[in-house]
């Protein structure tokens, strides 16, 4: 069993930036791949970024890419997203996951999920 906590969310301005933060512990967090989803009102949840369990490889949405980065650091059972140039259309609930795969993609790979943090971005 793994457990995730989000914490890191608030409000921002348009084009400002924030850094989400997700805690796990549990079982050894570095046997699994991470990533984050996001879900804004009445729509589905849908795939933000992902990275594999060493942080060797990242992968991310297009409407985020360029401007969102996902880190981890496996000695602290954590992993980050640094969201820079933030737009109105960001703003979402925003989700830790983590899955036993290779690589995270879907909400469908996903073993655990966080319980979520919320992210407005005002124009």
């Known amino acids: 069993q793994v457990q995730l906590v989000e914490s890191g969310g608030g409000w921002v301005q348009a084009g400002g930036s924030l850094r989400l933060s997700c805690a796990a512990s549990?079982?050894?967090?570095?046997?699994?791949?991470m990533g984050w989803f996001r879900q804004a009102p009445g729509k589905e949840r849908e795939f933000v970024a992902a990275?594999?369990?060493?942080?060797?490889?990242?992968y991310y949405a297009d409407s985020v890419k360029g401007r969102f980065t996902i880190s981890r650091d496996n000695a602290k059972n954590t992993v980050y997203l640094q969201m820079n140039s933030l737009k109105p259309e960001d703003t979402a609930v925003y989700y830790c996951?983590?899955?036993?795969?290779?690589?995270?993609?879907?909400?469908?790979?996903?073993?655990?999920w966080g319980k979520g943090t919320l992210v407005t971005v005002s124009s």
């Open positions: 996951a983590a899955t036993e795969a290779i690589i995270l993609r879907t909400t469908r790979q996903v073993n655990y």
């Open positions: 549990g079982r050894t967090f570095s046997s699994y791949a």
């Open positions: 990275i594999t369990r060493s942080g060797a490889g990242t």
